[in-house]
């Protein structure tokens, strides 16, 4: 009787799921990332088109259409200039795709048709991936935009231009982690944006500037903005021997404050990677123990 | 007998001094549909969300049937247990995608079969009558639509548990009354369906078994026919063609009166110290009496015999509906004042309530 009865088609995929468990798990996975890639694929050709338009607007344009506009004299510098504001953009693109990434289930309550079937982890996993997918593709965009300008304008491209682009595959990353973080226990999506926002792009700078005043010699190792500066500094010759001047000193209203320019290439992947375990573990606990 | 296939031992939960459940205990066996009925705020959804493991309960267990037919612990790692089908609380979905999608990347996240998923997923909408908006964003649904579409994705993948937690919420009559007509027809397929509700009357005929649960401790659990039996007071709903003129109560002591070999003389109801009175809502007259089908007999013969100029009846029924809302509210009434004696809480068996 039993054996008749574990020929029906529901135990006979339970008995597959026993078998090719960890399969199964990473299929679960795999969907829950190709839905939330069905799901933000507007916000994405958004954030890829403002991308391809704001290198457009601050790096081509200027060169192939006023002539006075002088091009810098190295590929170096060109790069410098273009990726000035790229990191405003990255730290938006994150705050919106990851914003709500734990905390929109509770407040829009639908983890209770989620969580049941797919699991906290398993579902947080996957749009993770999903999202950070996007990002990546927004940087990419950015960085193929860039690139194909800096091989026109100049006729080929340098390799630190490679190197500058995996770093900010890893900042982007440390980023949607810290902002993975504020999502697991903050109560919805709208005020995990404004907190990220604030925290990455205001936040911030201001925590760096009274650290300058309170304590001058103190590398801000804290900052992930700090760590980002690599991506521009890498251009720098002397980043990469370890001899560029990382501080420069100045007075300020009768005070003498240190500004920190970047860390060594080896602090700035340190702060990054601690930034994306310190804000992981504690985003998996939070979600573990937070309740519908 | 046969092995339950959902199981809660002792289950209890707290928050901080709270005692949300209080050490419950329940058997629900293949093939049934068990109503888990009790007012806003029982626990009701405190138990399905340790079921569907939002939340873990602070003592307890509950033990699910696996697929080699044993019970496992459902917080167990290996959760090769059957499948559930779940609708809790008020179903929200994602507000930009369309029912196909959703009910697409939940039934590939479940592992259901790739090549059936589009016509499982067509015959559940249809039998909602959501097909025509299969593509349709979610955000642009009423919350009737909402609710069927939870109730779509519980039955998703076929699950032999099906868990239902207010699935009447926001339907509208006609909508309800398919609910049942599919319940049944669920249960004849051999689900085992498990309704919570705060409406006893919505469930109360397609339930073979109801859990009565108050402050997080169920109070009776037993079939419908046992909980009325062994109250043994029942409703006879009379529709009245005009009013009665009751003046000073007088009819209604010489109805009493002349019922009174038949009727429930030790009824205690919230509504009325008397076995009969003039329901205020409808100006109908119910009769308390002792439940037997000749003393029902007997009271519309007196009625339609003797009191004829001032009674004129419409209609004399029954009222299974009544009877068991007044049950509820009856050990509802009687749990707050401790009356119920602790050998009908339940203890994992099925107990009949004694008085």
Redesign the interface.
């Known amino acids: 009787m039993?054996t008749l009865?574990?020929l029906d088609?529901?135990?006979l995929?339970?008995?597959?799921?026993?078998k090719n468990k960890t399969y199964?798990t990473l299929?679960?996975i795999a969907?829950?990332i190709?839905?939330e890639l069905?799901?933000n694929w507007k916000k994405f050709i958004g954030f890829a088109i403002v991308s391809f338009l704001f290198v457009l607007a601050l790096s081509i344009l200027p060169y192939v259409l006023i002539p006075e506009y002088p091009l810098p004299e190295t590929q170096n510098e060109y790069f410098t200039e273009g990726l000035q504001f790229f990191i405003i953009i990255i730290i938006i693109a994150a705050c919106l795709f990851f914003g709500g990434i734990i905390c929109s289930e509770y407040s829009?309550?639908?983890?209770?048709?989620?969580?049941?079937?797919?699991g906290k982890q398993k579902a947080f996993i996957g749009k993770f991936i999903g999202g950070i997918i996007y990002i990546y593709l927004i940087i990419g965009i950015f960085y193929l935009t860039l690139g194909i300008a800096g091989l026109f304008l100049y006729g080929k491209l340098i390799d630190l231009f490679f190197m500058s682009f995996v770093f900010a595959l890893i900042c982007s990353l440390a980023m949607c982690c810290f902002i993975s973080l504020l999502s697991s226990f903050l109560k919805n999506t709208t005020l995990s944006i404004v907190i990220s926002i604030t925290i990455l792009l205001v936040g911030d700078r201001i925590l760096s500037t009274l650290m300058s005043l309170v304590a001058p010699d103190f590398e801000p190792f804290y900052s992930l903005n700090y760590a980002s500066n690599i991506i521009i500094y890498v251009f720098d010759n002397d980043f990469l021997l370890g001899e560029m001047v990382r501080f420069h000193e100045r007075y300020r209203m009768g005070f003498e404050i240190t500004v920190w320019i970047t860390p060594s290439l080896e602090a700035g992947l340190a702060i990054m990677i601690s930034y994306m375990v310190i804000s992981l573990i504690p985003t998996f606990l939070f979600l573990k123990r937070r309740?519908? | 007998m046969a092995e339950p296939v959902l199981k809660l031992i002792n289950l209890k939960k707290k928050y901080g001094k709270f005692t949300a459940i209080n050490e419950i205990n329940l058997d629900v066996y293949s093939g049934e549909i068990i109503g888990f009925v009790g007012p806003n705020g029982a626990g009701k959804t405190t138990v399905i969300?340790m079921i569907?493991?939002?939340?873990q309960p602070t003592s307890g267990g509950i033990l699910v049937q696996n697929?080699k037919?044993e019970l496992q612990n459902i917080y167990s790692k290996?959760n090769?247990y059957?499948?559930?089908g779940?609708l809790?609380?008020?179903?929200?979905?994602?507000?930009?995608?369309t029912p196909k999608?959703?009910l697409r990347?939940?039934a590939?996240?479940?592992?259901y079969?790739k090549k059936e998923i589009n016509n499982r997923i067509d015959k559940l909408l249809k039998m909602f009558n959501l097909y025509q908006w299969k593509d349709e964003k979610i955000k642009n649904f009423s919350k009737g639509m909402r609710q069927k579409l939870?109730i779509a994705?519980a039955l998703l993948?076929?699950?032999?548990i099906i868990i239902l937690d207010e699935p009447q919420t926001g339907l509208d009559p006609k909508a309800r009354i398919e609910l049942r007509t599919l319940l049944r027809k669920l249960q004849r397929n051999g689900k085992t369906i498990f309704v919570a509700s705060h409406l006893l009357h919505e469930i109360s005929e397609v339930c073979d078994k109801i859990a009565l649960i108050n402050q997080g401790k169920i109070i009776a659990f037993n079939t419908i026919e046992n909980l009325e039996n062994n109250l043994k007071t029942n409703l006879i709903e009379c529709q009245l063609l005009k009013p009665i003129k009751n003046k000073n109560n007088n009819i209604i002591d010489i109805l009493i009166k002349a019922l009174e070999p038949y009727l429930d003389m030790n009824m205690i109801s919230e509504l009325n110290k008397k076995p009969i009175y003039i329901n205020p809502d409808n100006n109908n007259l119910d009769i308390y009496f002792d439940g037997s089908k000749e003393s029902m007999a007997e009271i519309l013969d007196i009625l339609v015999t003797r009191f004829k100029p001032e009674i004129r009846l419409v209609s004399f029924a029954q009222q299974r509906t009544s009877q068991l809302e007044r049950i509820y509210a009856e050990l509802l009434n009687e749990y707050n004042e401790q009356k119920i004696p602790s050998t009908i809480i339940n203890k994992g068996e099925n107990v009949a309530i004694a008085r």
């Not at chain 1, 995929?13 to 026993?18: A, F, I, K, P, T």
């Not at chain 1, 829009?108 to 797919?118: E, Q």
């Open positions: 039993r009865q574990l088609k529901e135990d995929r339970m008995v597959l799921y026993q199964l299929k679960t969907v829950t190709i839905f069905k799901r829009n309550r639908t983890g209770y048709i989620v969580f049941p079937i797919i309740q519908l | 969300k569907a493991n939002l939340i697929i037919g290996s090769n059957i499948d559930f779940f809790i609380d008020q179903p929200y979905f994602y507000k930009d995608s999608q959703v990347y939940l590939r996240a479940q592992h079969p939870g994705q993948i076929d699950p032999k």
